[in-house]
């Protein structure tokens, strides 16, 4: 998509369809019936937006012409609202998202009867505040104010159904009410509720409180502020929202903007803007609003989110380094324990990952999605986690083995997180003597691996900005196409580091009540095979 539009010819058709629509009362009532169920070409066809970046004599007020991204934004609060489900939009800065929900809120008012639609901000000014474009309610107005007369309710007024804090459709009954702070959620019931910066709330307890009772769907609209507050337990608790995805029922649904889904922002614009910030000292604001960095403020991450993003697309960054596809292909199978946990793997080329995948049911059910995709990855050895359930896992590919169509070069073998670490009396900083040594310091495998990953994550950190050379074997890639991306980054940067009553190093993997982060789990084993020898010397 090219990028900025083009405006003036986005006016030109416009026009041209309003001459042709103010001709034509009998095709207006065919478009507006069109338009009932198509929200998104409703926007891409009226709806305008306000960029004041935009220098006179340029106008500021633009067609709003919506990115792939935000038509798939569009979709996900459309199915939110039809299904009577509760969503989250985690957002980088300059998205559009607020905007996006303003006019979902307009086309909801205009087109279905008896719609209650409330937004929230934390203070007043934020909703309404006439001679502020920034303001939601101000936006709300200016939409109503640039659409042609017939498409308006029979009977609206601007000074009568448009007053502080409250649009009314005369027509149809609906209505978009606006309350602030504390107030949120207290002034009767709602269809839908946007709650416009979530995370910044003063008491979102109270507020979520009031709102539990009051509204069929709430849609929490925030960058990140750390992770002490309720938008970050709802944002963990919840469940990423894809395209066609199957999504569960009672769950909240989160949609992720990231940075890069914007048309207009390419890796040299982040540069600039990063340098920018570190210059200024801002470099912790940077991280939260364009990076949606919750661990900034958190004691003890063990593997911090820069470094993890920095290692998206490390493979093409540093391709010169050598071929990071080479050696080994493993996958690895972290099995549900039920209560809502899920099943995930995680395979790898190499040192690129290759896919990464979560899903619900019992262990035996996970075989039967992990070994075909074990087998399309190439993979020669599956591991899976062996505490517990595993043994199910385990059961369930003795079986499959005993089939003729099963890969001679795929071994399924344990992966045993409770173990004593790997190279017992090594130390773990190699060459000093003065370090303590694996068994001394780590607690068992599993804490020995979240810290042999970050040493991987971290190379590659230093690989990519500040261009220093390490072997790929020893770094990580995250292809930025990779299907869970996001869900992966966060969940690698949720362990924290403790200390064990036995004064060995443990690993924290729920902090604040966080969910199990599963395909953090699965990425761990993943890159830390069990076996000293690698199959590929053995083929």
Known sequence: MIWPPDYTGEFKRRIKMLEVLGKDPVLRVGVMAYYRDNPKQWINDWCMTFDPRIAPPDPRWVPFILFPRQEQFIDFVDGCFKDKESGLAEKARDMGVTWECVCYSVHAWLFFAGTAIGWGSRKEEYVDDKDDPKAIFTKVRQLLANLPLWMLPRGFDFRKHATYMK???PENGSSITGEAGDNIGRGGRTTIYFKDESAHYERPESIEAALGDNTDVQIDISSVNGSANVFYRRRMAGEVWEPGKVMPKGVTRVFVFDWRDHPGKTQEWYDRRRDRADREGLLHLFAQEVDRDYSGSVVGVIIKQEWVRAAIDAHIKLAKLGDWFAGERIAMQD??????????????????????????????DAAKIAVPYAIEDGVHELYYDSIGVGAGFKAATNTMQEQPSWPRSLRVMQWNAAASPLDPTDHVIPGDDQSPTNEDQYGNLKVQSWFRVRTRFWKTYLAVTRGQIFDPAEMISLPSDMTNLHQVCMELSQAVKKTGTNGKTIVDKKPDGSLSPNLADAAIGCYCPTRETSILDVL
Do not use: P, T
């Open 335 to 364: 099995i549900a324990d039920g209560g809502g946990d899920k099943n995930a793997y995680i395979s790898r080329k190499g040192v690129v990952m290759q896919r990464a995948d979560h899903w619900g049911g019992d262990a035996g």
């Open 167 to 169: 649009i009314i459709n």
